[in-house]
């Protein structure tokens, strides 16, 4: 029965494939256009139309794109099969250190202390989804809002995996807590740094201002996120087994040490990302030598350790993979130069309406660009140098806007197949992109409609 109903799942590569494919389409829809820029800044009003051969010549030229500045033309069958190659090589930096986060867990698994801390927890809780679900998802939420983490919880999919399994959950109770904790802060960007250190400046508004109308709408979204996951879990998740809950056993030394050097490398994690400015390349390199510390610790042999990283390392290959794919769209539509006439056709419907109307126009722009664009700084600085004057000419304040971006953000890396970490997560935790789509669509239409609300609230009082 199970194995017939994963059969009619479309593959997530397969996703993908056909993501791309229409990102093909859309260049021979689309006109070409560009805006000039200053570094990676578009500098507004200085959109200008290129002509573009859309014509049968484009479909089979073997160039991927024409000199810059003259004419471009569509997406070729030569580009669509290059750009997967390219968006591979574009998101290297991340593809490797989700390998390593794959690498590092294989050793950490295979001391067997992540087994028996999972053992530790449920006792602790008395298997109690009421109180289990809530301390993880917050404890994830507020590294989310506050400090901007998403990459680093590609870490604690995995463990969380083995509390669900422990519990008798399949795959999906992992990607529901991590996925909707993480995505659910992100999307409110309490201090976020990622979102707001170029938005704020961008829109005119102090740094890290408007911090308490965010800090409620987090309130607001993580309470009904937490609700809904354990809901779901409750009563519509289907469960691997009916066997309680296992009765712990005792630490052994070794895994015991393993589990406070994994503390102690959250912490400093915490540090190198806020602090010192860690990046994919660093953490990546982070993540290889906490390998050899919890092999140490742990007791494994060099063979023993060399062999569980190897093993890790492969049971990422298809995250990676997805975060690649994930690039290939973006780069199609920079080559044949639609992107930015979808973002100046975007732009052009706003204008003659109330600020509210302009409030939450703003904010279906950014989700609409999210899909394009799902870099968090990469969109900010394609949309904020373009959408603030605008709304700034419609009446609405600089505050509003960065939220409009913050929200618009947030809804669509929910859901979109080119966030290649979403992807990462789903493949993380061998959860399907249609079976996730099926889960979180409920949660998505209600913050939808909760954020639309939040713009017109935020207009109203003048945020």
């Known amino acids: 029965m199970d194995a017939k109903k994963s059969t009619k799942v479309l593959h997530p590569l397969v996703v993908m494939i056909f993501v791309i494919l229409a990102g093909g389409i859309l260049t021979y829809i689309v006109g070409a256009g560009s805006f000039e820029r200053h570094g990676a800044?578009?500098?507004?009003?200085?959109y200008h139309a290129i002509p573009k051969d859309g014509g049968w010549q484009a479909l089979f030229s073997l160039s991927p794109a024409a000199p810059a500045g003259k004419s471009v033309h569509a997406a070729s069958i030569a580009s669509v099969f290059m750009s997967i190659p390219e968006g591979l090589a574009k998101n290297a930096s991340l593809i490797f250190m989700v390998m390593f986060v794959g690498g590092m867990f294989g050793v950490l698994r295979r001391t067997g202390a992540i087994d028996a801390g999972a053992d530790r927890l449920i006792h602790a809780t008395s298997s109690n989804l009421n109180l289990l679900v809530p301390i993880l998802m917050m404890a994830l939420a507020l590294g989310s809002t506050f400090l901007g983490f998403i990459s680093e919880y590609l870490v604690l999919i995995p463990i969380v995996a083995i509390v669900g399994e422990r519990l008798g959950y399949g795959p999906m109770f992992a990607a529901a807590i991590v996925g909707v904790a993480a995505k659910v802060g992100y999307a409110t960007s309490v201090t976020n740094p990622l979102a707001l250190i170029i938005a704020q400046p961008l829109a005119h508004v102090p740094l890290f201002s408007g911090i308490g109308f965010r800090l409620a709408l987090f309130v607001v979204f993580i309470s009904l996120g937490i609700a809904y996951v354990v809901v779901y879990l409750r009563f519509g998740a289907r469960t691997l087994t009916t066997e309680a809950a296992q009765i712990a056993s005792g630490l052994s030394h070794k895994q015991s040490a393993v589990l406070l050097a994994l503390l102690l490398a959250g912490i400093v994690l915490v540090f190198g990302s806020v602090i010192w400015g860690w990046h994919e390349n660093e953490i990546g390199a982070y993540y290889i030598g906490l390998s050899f510390i919890?092999?140490?610790?742990?007791?494994?042999?060099?063979?023993e350790a060399a062999d569980a990283?190897?093993?890790?390392?492969?049971?990422?290959?298809?995250?990676?993979?997805?975060?690649?794919?994930?690039?290939?769209?973006q780069i199609l539509l920079q080559q044949s130069a639609v992107l930015d006439t979808l973002i100046f056709e975007a732009t052009r419907a706003i204008g003659g309406h109330s600020r509210a109307v302009t409030a939450n126009e703003l904010m279906g722009i950014e989700m609409l660009l999210g899909v394009l664009i799902p870099s968090t700084a990469g969109k900010v600085a394609v949309s904020m140098p373009i959408l603030a004057p605008i709304a700034q000419l419609s009446g609405v304040s600089g505050q509003t806007t960065v939220l409009a971006f913050i929200l618009g953000n947030?809804?669509?890396?929910?859901?979109?197949?080119?966030?290649?970490?979403?992807?990462?997560?789903?493949?993380?935790?061998?959860?399907?992109?249609?079976?996730w789509l099926r889960f979180i669509s409920p949660l998505f239409v209600c913050l939808l409609l909760l954020s639309a609300l939040a713009m017109t609230v935020a207009v109203a009082i003048g945020y």
């Open 41 to 46: 800044l578009v500098i507004p009003g200085t």
């Open 294 to 303: 919890f092999a140490l610790l742990g007791g494994l042999s060099a063979r």
């Open 309 to 329: 990283f190897v093993d890790g390392l492969k049971n990422m290959m298809l995250a990676a993979l997805l975060i690649g794919l994930a690039g290939s769209v």
């Open 410 to 435: 947030g809804l669509t890396n929910m859901i979109t197949p080119t966030s290649g970490m979403l992807l990462a997560y789903l493949a993380t935790a061998r959860v399907g992109y249609t079976e």
